[in-house]
């Protein structure tokens, strides 16, 4: 069985994530990689099982918390 869209859109983004410099556009990135985490969370296939396994999620949630950690990145105040 292939991929679903939701699945190819998520691995797509998670490629790109990392290279953004754009602060906004990555805070957009993470939001976005977590819906559409969610959703492949609960797609299920024709049987009524799970599309993608537990195991997998978590590997995905682990990598766009990765992308995340980028956005808390301290400023330094010259105060």
Request: proline content about 5%; charged content about 25%; glycine content about 2%.
């Amino acid at each position: 069985m292939g991929m679903s869209k939701t699945e190819v859109n998520l691995k797509r983004l998670l490629v790109t994530a990392p290279q953004q410099q754009n602060q906004a556009k990555l805070i957009h990135y993470v939001a976005t990689l977590r819906e559409l985490l969610e959703q492949l969370a609960e797609e299920r296939n024709p049987d009524g099982l799970p599309r993608i396994s537990k195991a997998k999620v978590n590997e995905y949630a682990e990598n766009i918390e990765a992308v995340a950690a980028k956005l808390a990145v301290p400023t330094v105040c010259t105060c």
